[in-house]
C-alpha cells in the first residue's frame, strides 16, 4: 500500500509558475516509479510526466516539455512538479500516481500501469 498525498495547486494568472507536492508514505517510496497526469472538466486523464525510481530518468507529455519540470526527492519521499509559463490549457486537476517497479523499469508512461493514486489538487490557470 502507497498513500499519496498532494499540495500546490491553486489559481495562478498565465504564464506563473505553480510547485505540486506528492507526499508517499506506506510502501518505500524508492520502489516506486511515479507520474503526474491531469483531467480537464469533461475530458480524458492525460499523462503529463513521469520519473523513474532513481530520477535518473524522466519523460514528458509533448504539451508540457520545457515548460514542466518532474523531480523527486528520496529523502523526503516527495515528487514534484514544477509547472513554468502555465497556460489556460493547462486548467485541470492534477493527480500523483506511483507504481512499484523492478530495477529493470525506467518511466512508466501508461496511466492502466499505474497502482497507487492521490487524491488531486485543482490548477486553475486564468487569461
Known amino acids: 500500500q502507497v498513500q499519496l498525498v498532494e499540495s500546490g495547486g491553486g489559481l495562478v494568472q498565465a504564464r506563473g509558475s505553480l510547485r505540486l507536492s506528492c507526499a508517499a508514505s506506506?510502501?518505500?517510496?524508492?520502489?516506486?516509479?511515479m507520474g503526474w497526469f491531469r483531467q480537464a472538466p469533461g475530458k480524458e486523464r492525460d499523462f503529463v510526466a513521469a520519473i523513474s525510481r532513481s530520477g535518473g530518468s524522466t519523460y514528458y507529455a509533448d504539451s508540457v516539455k520545457g515548460r514542466f519540470t518532474i523531480s523527486r526527492d528520496n529523502i523526503k519521499n516527495t515528487v514534484y512538479l514544477q509547472m513554468n509559463n502555465l497556460k489556460p490549457a493547462d486548467t485541470a486537476f492534477y493527480y500523483c500516481?506511483?507504481?512499484?517497479?523492478?530495477?529493470?523499469?525506467?518511466?512508466?508512461?501508461?496511466?492502466?500501469?499505474?497502482?497507487?493514486w492521490g487524491q488531486g489538487t485543482q490548477v486553475t490557470v486564468s487569461s
Open positions: 500516481a506511483a507504481v512499484p517497479t523492478s530495477l529493470g523499469i525506467r518511466v512508466v508512461l501508461t496511466m492502466s500501469d499505474y497502482r497507487y
Open positions: 506506506g510502501r518505500t517510496f524508492s520502489d516506486c516509479a
